[in-house]
């Protein structure tokens, strides 16, 4: 009986053990001018920059990290309003007092106190200059007929680290403004289908503006070995597959 008692003490330790443990997520490091750049890959289309001791989240949802374990924000950028890159809860978990919030228009009726950017709009906040990028869908439609993303209502943003111009696509498609991109140096394109881009999308924008590092990301089921297929004569972009379905 006292061994038995022993397992299933040792049993309780070790899952308590595993529930009080931090998150493990796939970091990438990039040298910049002004010093590392840190990519946390939560996942789908939630990111997280560590940058000149600032830390900015991307799209924040609970349900792809528990936000108690992660640190508080000093910005949070909103791509748009559905509820996988919009949580109430999560941005109530991450804000301090003074986190600024970058969101849509469509997103300010749902957070408090969020700064609206519009399509087109360059804005610098707590250092770090932003541009606000139109996201919407070209060919993907509701059976109704109404795009999943209509123009004007998404931002994708170029995000400035030092000598490093990073754009996070938000929920869109290979749009003209996406491709008349200029001097992008590490993009995240969104590969989910139906409401977002196709394998072939990905590809023919990012063959028109070149980043130097292309990560496909909120990508669901999609094969992303067709995009690496697709890209064989671009050695220039480098493909980086991080787990971000």
Known sequence: MKQLLVIIGLLVLVGNGAAAAPE?????????????????????????????GKVIHVDPVG?????????????????????????????ERLRRGDTPVVLTKACANEVAGG??????????????????????????????GEPFHPKGRGNGYVLTFGD????????????PE???????????????????????MVADAAKAFKPKILYPYHYGKTDTT?????MKDSPEIEIRIRKMQ
Do not use: C, W
Request: glycine share 8%; aromatic share 8%; no cysteine.
């Open 24 to 52: 493990k997520f796939d970091q990438d490091t990039v040298k910049t001018s002004a010093g590392d750049l840190q990519i946390t890959f939560i996942g789908h289309g939630t990111l997280m920059f560590t940058f000149g």
């Open 63 to 91: 349900q792809y990290a528990d936000y108690g374990k992660l640190p508080q924000a000093d910005l949070i950028l909103i791509t748009h309003e559905h509820r996988d890159h919009l949580d109430p809860k999560a941005l």
């Open 115 to 144: 700064l609206v950017m519009n399509n087109g709009e360059v804005k610098t906040i707590v250092g770090v200059k932003l541009e606000a990028v139109p996201a919407y869908n070209l060919a993907h439609k509701r059976d109704s």
């Open 164 to 175: 490093k111009r990073v754009y996070v696509a938000g929920d869109t498609e290979n749009t």
């Open 178 to 200: 996406m491709k008349a991109l200029k001097g992008i140096d590490i993009a995240f394109l969104p590969m989910n289908l139906p409401y977002t881009m196709t394998p072939e």
């Open 226 to 230: 067709k995009l690496m297929d697709l």
